[in-house]
């Protein structure tokens, strides 16, 4: 275990998450307090910060420290700063946005690093995000498989029909014209940082293999994305009116749990600009 002199983490679970304590993103950071935590965002996928008490343009500085912030597709931002993207499912709404399990935006040729999230109004219950450890996934295939994977693409789209699903309240609420995007990315794409292997594919956004049908594809693509979110990969976090995740897109997959109908979730998004997945 890695030794940490100005923050305390706490890991929530064996796979992946950690709680990180003695931070308060609306202050100026130390740069070595700033260092433990993209230390720490490394080691567990995906951090949290509890109870704070940031303004949008506080946590837009806090972002800035790991990443350079850019603009979400198809949403519109808050008046303060289009890079902050609200993140909005009303009391009479059924859809919660992205309440599917995946990796966010790999129909982009250039998908985030890692998103930001910041619990602004929670449900008195239910809402909690699921993430899921791409490494583990990875690593617990044949020697086999793995050999085939780390030489198939996938051509990702953002017009599946699960997914799409999922925006619409918002895409509407913003008046905004939706466009199809794709992209094509290794099945297998190697973490930048850490040089980990991990798999890279979900059911919200990988349409088919490139050079395979897509009746050719489906049999392995589904045996992926249901072995992907087993349990023992996964982490379950509650959130708190002042919570926030801050995940890490390379090798993490989540899903926001859409249990909560005839209540109000408001929550404020960052995303964090990343490289061509190789």
Not at 23 to 42: C, I, Y
Not at 99 to 121: C, F, K, N, Q, V
Not at 254 to 277: C, E, K, Q, S, W
Request: a negative charge.
């Amino acid at each position: 275990m890695r030794n940490y002199r100005h923050i305390e983490v706490r890991p929530i679970a064996g796979a992946l998450g950690a709680e990180i304590h003695g931070v308060d993103m609306s202050r100026d950071l130390d740069a070595e307090v700033v260092a433990e935590m993209r230390h720490a965002f490394l080691d567990h996928l995906v951090i949290f910060l509890r109870d704070q008490t940031a303004t949008p343009l506080q946590q837009l500085a806090f972002a800035r420290k790991f990443g350079e912030p850019i603009e979400y597709p198809m949403l519109k931002g808050l008046p303060e700063s289009q890079m902050i993207t609200p993140v909005v499912k009303l009391e009479h709404e059924r859809n919660n946005f992205g309440g599917i399990w995946h990796s966010d935006t790999t129909y982009l040729g250039e998908p985030p690093m890692g998103s930001m999230l910041l619990a602004r109004e929670v449900p008195p219950y239910g809402g909690d995000t699921m993430f899921a450890n791409q490494y583990l996934a990875y690593e617990a295939l044949s020697d086999g498989l793995k050999a085939v994977l780390d030489t198939l693409v996938g051509v990702s789209s953002s017009a599946k029909a699960d997914v799409t699903r999922t925006r619409e309240d918002r895409v509407k609420a913003a008046g905004e014209e939706v466009k199809v995007m794709t992209a094509e990315h290794p099945i297998v794409r190697t973490h930048p940082e850490t040089g980990r292997k991990a798999l890279y594919t979900s059911d919200a956004h990988t349409a088919y293999i490139k050079g395979w049908t897509e009746k050719e594809s489906l049999p392995l693509l589904r045996f992926l994305w249901e072995h992907q979110t087993r349990p023992e990969f996964t982490c379950r976090f509650q959130w708190q009116a002042g919570s926030l995740a801050f995940w890490d897109n390379r090798c993490a997959m989540h899903n926001p749990i859409n249990d909560y109908h005839g209540f109000r979730r408001v929550m404020h998004r960052i995303t964090l600009a990343g490289d061509r997945p190789r």
